[in-house]
């Protein structure tokens, strides 16, 4: 039992979270004008109600005893039957319609009616016939509302004092009920008309109230598309003009906010583009120093090959960080652009591998004929970043394998080594991420993986990386396998 309370609650909420703003409002309006105004039309009927009977009741029974003193006291004792019955139909003879009954303890087989015969309830009967000790009881009257095959009536009764007559009277309440029934209609109808206004009324304030909230989540959502500025116009002084004008300031405030970081980061991208730029002309030269360093380090002193061949490595290194760098600020730049061709993919993938002695490391699992519209360039590009990547971290043998897939073409690099931490997986496409923050140095930029991204997107795919059940990490590449001609990719 006493959860019930608050299972009630949890109903209510869960259906106050399926119900609008606007809708709870209107249904808030109405049943309040509801309570309101079936509380009015009840207490107005209830008062109508009284003031109706008391007033018919008043007026029959005022009536009734002043024809009962007139018409009965010049009775004798010994009046016959008709007499009485005739004082009866004197005593009814008003324009209250009421029936009149004259009973007699001296006269029992008399029973004077001035209509039809009615029955006394014996309550009413009880009570005139109870003795009274005082005076008081001349014409004393009571009386009974009661009903009768549906309709409701008004008796009343009272004994004449210093005779044997009694008086009842008989008056039917049906003009007071249809009056109060047209009252209980016009108060319905009131009611009902009230809450249509109430629900009308509602429906304007949520309106009003609504609007500059709507206006709100309009500019809201606007913002969060990248429209920064956007403005509200403020009217008033209330509530929702100073939310209103929080939220102007908040996104201005915003906009100065990301037009600074937007400055930023062009100039940090300019910067990058200019000195890769910078860098390639002595980096030109000093490659073909390198080079000629290269070819002479088997003569060289021994003391000296080793140095040598650090100069040469690093600046291959260098060399491959300025190229990567170079091609990092085409993408972001939006420059980038495919220059697709019909390229067999099992021979793309061979040349790759070929060009850069992998053959002996990787097993290649792809269907001759096996064709598809790419960017030849740019998939070697992914293609080397993903099979270095697994054969640098992940050891050899490194599978190859392409197949198509509802007119994708898919490639996995399945290496078996230990597989990605679990914290790296969602970082490993990352510019410039490592797993081990303490090898800050090592023979990759922190680029490749990024840019083989970039590479897919270009084409309109994507690569994804995991784990296998059987140990080891898996890159999947998914390409469209009839990319769009430079003609159509430009529209």
């Not at 005139?128 to 009571?142: I, M, S």
């Not at 249809?178 to 009308?200: E, F, P, V, Y």
């Not at 997986?425 to 990759?444: I, N």
Request: hydrophobic residues 45%.
């Amino acid at each position: 039992m006493t959860k019930e309370p608050g299972l009630f609650r949890g109903w209510a909420a869960s259906m106050l979270r399926w119900i609008s703003l606007r809708l709870r409002l209107v249904i808030v309006f109405a049943l309040v004008a509801l309570v309101s105004a079936v509380s009015v039309a009840g207490i107005a009927y209830w008062l109508n109600r009284d003031s109706v009977l008391k007033r018919a009741q008043d007026s029959s029974l005022r009536s009734f005893r002043e024809g009962l003193k007139a018409h009965t006291d010049s009775l004798p004792l010994d009046a016959d039957c008709a007499a009485v019955r005739k004082a009866a139909g004197q005593v009814a003879d008003t324009e209250q319609g009421y029936q009149v009954l004259l009973l007699s303890d001296a006269m029992p087989g008399c029973t004077a009616a001035s209509g039809r015969e009615f029955a006394v309830p014996d309550t009413l009967r009880r009570a005139v016939d109870k003795p009274r000790a005082d005076d008081a009881g001349a014409y004393h009257l009571y009386w009974i509302r009661i009903t009768m095959d549906g309709d409701p009536y008004l008796v009343g009764g009272a004994r004449v004092e210093g005779s044997d007559w009694t008086g009842y009277m008989l008056k039917s309440l049906n003009p007071e009920r249809d009056d109060l029934n047209s009252l209980a209609w016009s108060l319905g109808i009131a009611t009902a008309l009230s809450l249509i206004g109430s629900a009308l009324l509602a429906q304007a304030a949520a309106t009003t109230v609504l609007r500059p909230v709507q206006r709100l989540g309009e500019a809201a959502r606007a913002l969060g598309e990248g429209k920064l500025d956007t403005r509200l116009r403020i009217t008033g002084t209330d509530e929702l003009a100073d939310l209103s004008r929080t939220f102007n300031q908040t996104a201005e405030r915003l906009e100065q906010q990301v037009e600074a970081l937007s400055e930023r980061d062009k100039a940090s991208r300019r910067f990058v583009a200019d000195m890769s730029h910078e860098l390639r002309t002595p980096l030109t030269a000093i490659t073909a120093v390198t080079e000629v360093l290269e070819e002479e380090q088997d003569s060289l002193d021994p003391m000296i090959a080793p140095a040598v061949r650090l100069v040469v490595s690093e600046t291959r290194r260098l060399n491959d960080l300025v190229e990567n760098l170079m091609e990092v600020t085409r993408f972001d730049a939006g420059t980038a652009r495919l220059v697709a061709d019909e390229v067999d993919v099992a021979d793309q993938i061979t040349a790759c591998i070929d060009a850069r002695a992998w053959l002996d490391a990787v097993d290649l699992d792809a269907p001759r004929g096996l064709t598809a519209r790419l960017d030849p360039r740019r998939l070697d590009v992914i293609l080397a970043n993903l099979i270095g990547n697994a054969l640098k971290h992940g050891g050899s043998p490194v599978r190859v394998t392409a197949r198509t897939e509802d007119d994708d073409l898919v490639v996995e690099v399945a290496d078996n080594g230990p597989g990605i931490p679990e914290d790296v997986l969602p970082h490993v496409f990352d510019r410039f991420y490592k797993a081990d923050a303490s090898r800050a140095r090592s023979e990759g930029s922190g680029l490749g993986l990024s840019i083989a991204v970039e590479n897919a997107r270009i084409h309109g795919g994507a690569i994804s990386a995991a784990n296998r059940p059987e140990g080891g990490a898996v890159f999947t590449l998914r390409l469209p396998r009839y990319a769009p001609a430079p003609d159509e990719e430009e529209r």
